[in-house]
């Protein structure tokens, strides 16, 4: 009996770390976004400050701080901040959804399992809904959400595109891409 009772608590202890809500951890997650100007020139630019979680319910929601848009180029992060996400009006983007917590919940250390998962994106005062595949990896006490190919967004679905020319004008290029390729690398700890 003393067994059966030990062998049940570990399983709650167990079940309680499996089903406990995970917190993002900014410092070693990554979300970058890809602009091309002129037609020709692509950068690579990233957001340095992202908050989120996945509840024990697998909802899913992340936080992206628009003005922490890092470009390496400190008058475009300003540029970029002023006139295109107009952080004094839209301080963050929110991405929200669901995971599949049956199958979380069932992963061992080193295990992945992939997964197409709906989540509503609000940028700049508009939301839509987006599909992405996602990589679900298991590490030694935390877990890895990455996208398996970039995310299109169109700066036009959200209002942007006026933002985007008045970047164009700034720098005096002849174009600038509506079209943004997004990539994730989310870490997670319980």
């Given at each position: 009996?003393?067994v ?15 089903w ?9 997650s ?24 996945i509840?024990?319910t ?7 701080y ?13 540029r ?12 963050q983007?929110?991405?929200s959804?669901f ?31 987006v599909i ?9 006490n ?6 398996l190919?970039?995310?299109?967004i169109?700066?036009?679905?959200y ?24 990539t ?7």
């Amino acid at each position: 009996m003393k067994v059966l009772s030990g062998f049940a608590l570990f399983l709650t202890f167990l079940s309680s770390n499996v089903w406990a809500q995970w917190d993002l951890s900014n410092e070693e997650s990554r979300l970058n976004f890809v602009t091309v100007k002129s037609l020709k020139i692509g950068e690579v630019h990233r957001f340095e400050r992202l908050t989120g979680s996945i509840s024990d319910t697998g909802q899913v929601a992340l936080n992206i701080y628009l003005d922490s848009v890092e470009t390496n180029i400190g008058i475009r992060n300003d540029r970029i901040k002023k006139k295109l996400f107009e952080t004094n009006n839209f301080l963050q983007a929110t991405a929200s959804g669901f995971i599949n917590v049956n199958k979380l919940g069932r992963l061992e250390v080193g295990d992945t399992y992939t997964e197409s998962v709906q989540f509503t994106l609000s940028l700049h005062g508009i939301a839509h809904k987006v599909i992405n595949d996602v990589q679900v990896t298991k590490l030694n006490n935390k877990l890895l959400v990455t996208s398996l190919m970039p995310i299109v967004i169109n700066a036009s679905n959200y209002g942007m595109s006026e933002g985007i020319e008045k970047l164009r004008a700034l720098a005096g290029l002849p174009s600038i891409s509506d079209a943004v390729p997004v990539t994730f690398s989310l870490i997670f700890n319980p």
